[in-house]
């Protein structure tokens, strides 16, 4: 079974500063897919970045990258330049592979507010 | 990416009818999944909806609660079934592309509440 922690409950950033938003995982399926996303006050999920086990790089799309430590068994988001849009809850998932292919394990989530 | 459009946005049911929650894909997808979000919670899997069978229900989740149905591979429904207060959350649809999963997209989501 796959597990995914996020320990931070809320975090605070000062607009224009750069946040880091925490999470680890377990699961003992050698391929898997880390990925997150924003959920705002709307209700929809936003796909942010996607991290794949065997990648050797850490993904970068935009503002956001992802710190992968496979080894830690962490899966870090990084949003840099902070945005009063940005604030939102933010959820780390992962699919692993085989039969689970596709099915998405959620963590807790962790609520961003940006400061101005 | 896909899209997927997903229907009725929000919707106010009273207690023991049955609503049904639509998405449409714009392209096919090999995977579609539905989705419980309660009050302040996290995402839980609720069934993988299986194009031409019955779909593949997680643990606390049945077929007469949750019936599903999924006629090709851009479409499918979940329908909440005798609703109660409890079941007062956010639906979600998701679908996984043919190319493998790099990212799995999300329908806008069904903010349901019972009353």
């Known amino acids: 079974a796959q597990k995914i922690t996020q320990t931070q409950p809320g975090m605070f950033v000062q607009e224009k500063e750069a946040v880091t938003l925490d999470c680890t995982y377990d699961?003992?399926?050698?391929?898997?897919?880390l990925f997150w996303y924003k959920q705002p006050s709307s209700g929809e999920m936003i796909f942010l970045i996607y991290?794949?086990?065997?990648?050797?790089q850490n993904a970068t799309e935009g503002r956001y990258s992802l710190n992968f430590q496979k080894a830690r068994k962490s899966a870090n988001l990084v949003i840099s330049a902070s945005q009063l849009g940005d604030s939102a809850m933010y959820f780390c998932?992962?699919?692993?592979?085989?039969?689970?292919?596709?099915?998405?394990?959620f963590g807790q989530g962790t609520i961003l507010t940006v400061h101005p | 990416s896909a899209v997927i459009s997903q229907k009725p946005s929000r919707d106010i049911c009273q207690r023991g009818t049955s609503l049904t929650i639509q998405c449409q894909v714009d392209?096919?997808?090999?995977?579609m999944f539905w989705y419980r979000q309660q009050p302040g919670q996290s995402l839980t899997l609720i069934a993988t909806?299986?194009?031409?069978?019955?779909?593949?229900?997680e643990s606390g989740f049945v077929i007469d609660k949750f019936p599903i149905s999924r006629p090709n591979l851009t479409f499918s429904t979940l329908t909440v079934s005798n609703m109660s207060p409890e079941d007062s959350s956010i639906y979600l649809c998701?679908?996984?592309?043919?190319?493998?999963?790099?990212?799995?997209?999300f329908g806008q989501g069904t903010r349901l509440t019972v009353v």
């Open positions: 998932a992962m699919s692993a592979g085989g039969t689970s292919y596709g099915k998405l394990t």
């Open positions: 699961t003992s399926d050698p391929s898997y897919g």
């Open positions: 991290q794949g086990s065997y990648d050797q």
């Open positions: 392209s096919q997808v090999t995977m």
């Open positions: 909806a299986n194009q031409g069978s019955e779909a593949t229900y």
């Open positions: 998701s679908g996984a592309g043919t190319g493998g999963i790099t990212e799995a997209f």
